[in-house]
């Protein structure tokens, strides 16, 4: 499968190249940082990143660094730019068919690309680099028609998280009561949420996967701007009284169980945001421009799979699905193993009779030429 999703490298400074405030969903906050869209590839007991491409919002891609508002003031002098989200697309509305006459503005407006775009690109770099895959997995945010007819193309398979709000058409589905009875809907749409407190406890099933008990009910649906779906409605408890979590999938014919144990391939691209993170610093570089940025976090990308590959040379014995050591286990042995080997080298450059200062001279060579 091939997983698709977004992470914040947020920072303090405003020097880096392309930094911008982008929204934090788990904080309900704007933070500083690079928003960063990658893929990630996993088969069997193999995980890797594959590839990153980096989100600039609009408005800080048509905007000269420390002039944001220099096109609206050029051509709408009297216009202030608005802070609140709603505010500012009514703006655009009204002033975009002029700016976009404005050729510098033109040329900027030309090269900005949405997330649904990155990720429909990131889906093309896959393919090119022959990786084979059939699964395309993704949050609701990236659910958009302009990724699903890419797969479609490709003829790839995908799941969906669906969100509550998303609105599903009523006349292609029956939702039946426990009498067994046809539930009348007068309105061509209904929300995922008010669908789901009219379907009644009798119809969802237990499935049990990897130990954990699922109640779920699903079955096939249009969705508005992507066509006929698998649905499928799960809960934790039997009781059915806490948050659910509905899939859709492109796949008609899969069971629920089948749906959910292949959407639970994509947690390892969570995983790796949190590893590189805390381990690899994926987002702490200091480097400006944002090719050497970039250069940065192909090294994370090449490292992490390197640890990962250790992780499963050490579960092969033993034939196990799943690698025996974490990243970070496989970390810290790494910087063990090199705190070692430069022990090693240091005791036989004085074994052949290197004094204490010539060695020292030799292992900090650099930073006394960085420092001069």
């Not at 499968?1 to 405030?21: A, W």
């Not at 067994?180 to 007068?186: D, E």
């Not at 499928?232 to 749906?259: G, M, W, Y």
């Amino acid at each position: 499968v091939l997983g698709l999703d977004d992470t914040l490298c947020e920072h303090v400074g405003t020097l880096f190249e392309y930094v911008d405030r982008h929204y934090n969903h788990g904080e309900g906050q704007y933070r500083l940082a690079h928003n960063l869209v990658t893929s990630h590839y996993v088969s069997g007991a193999g995980r890797f990143p594959v590839d990153a491409l980096l989100y600039r919002r609009y408005e800080e891609l048509t905007a000269p660094r420390g002039h944001p508002a220099k096109f609206v003031q050029k051509h709408f002098p009297s216009e202030e730019i608005p802070p609140k989200k709603q505010a500012l697309a009514a703006l655009h509305k009204r002033v975009d068919p002029v700016l976009l006459t404005d050729p510098e503005f033109c040329q900027r407006h030309a090269q900005f690309r949405t997330k649904i775009t990155l990720a429909t690109l990131l889906v093309q770099l896959a393919t090119a680099h022959q990786l084979p895959f059939q699964w395309v997995l993704f949050d609701g945010w990236y659910l958009a028609p302009e990724l699903i007819v890419r797969l479609q193309a490709q003829k790839k398979d995908w799941i969906s998280i669906l969100k509550p709000h998303r609105n599903l058409e009523t006349h292609s589905f029956v939702l039946r009561d426990e009498a067994g009875q046809p539930i009348s809907i007068s309105a061509p749409h209904i929300s995922v949420a008010d669908l789901v407190k009219l379907i009644p406890k009798s119809a969802f099933t237990p499935l049990s996967l990897d130990g954990q008990t699922y109640y779920t009910f699903t079955f096939t649906v249009r969705l508005p701007s992507i066509g006929k779906v698998r649905l499928v409605i799960s809960f934790n408890t039997p009781e059915l009284d806490q948050n659910f979590v509905a899939l859709v999938s492109n796949r008609l014919d899969c069971t629920a169980k089948a749906l959910i144990a292949t959407y639970w391939l994509r947690w390892p691209i969570e995983t790796f945001y949190q590893d590189s993170k805390q381990l690899l610093g994926l987002d702490q570089y200091r480097m400006r421009l944002a090719e050497a940025i970039q250069k940065h976090w192909s090294l994370v990308f090449v490292a992490y799979s390197f640890l990962h590959l250790d992780c499963l040379a050490a579960s092969l014995p033993k034939k196990s699905a799943l690698p025996l050591k974490s990243i970070g286990v496989t970390a810290r042995l790494q910087a063990q193993c090199l705190i070692q080997d430069l022990i090693l080298f240091a005791h036989d450059a004085l074994l052949k009779g290197q004094s204490v200062q010539q060695l020292f001279t030799f292992l900090f060579a650099k930073q006394h030429i960085l420092a001069t």
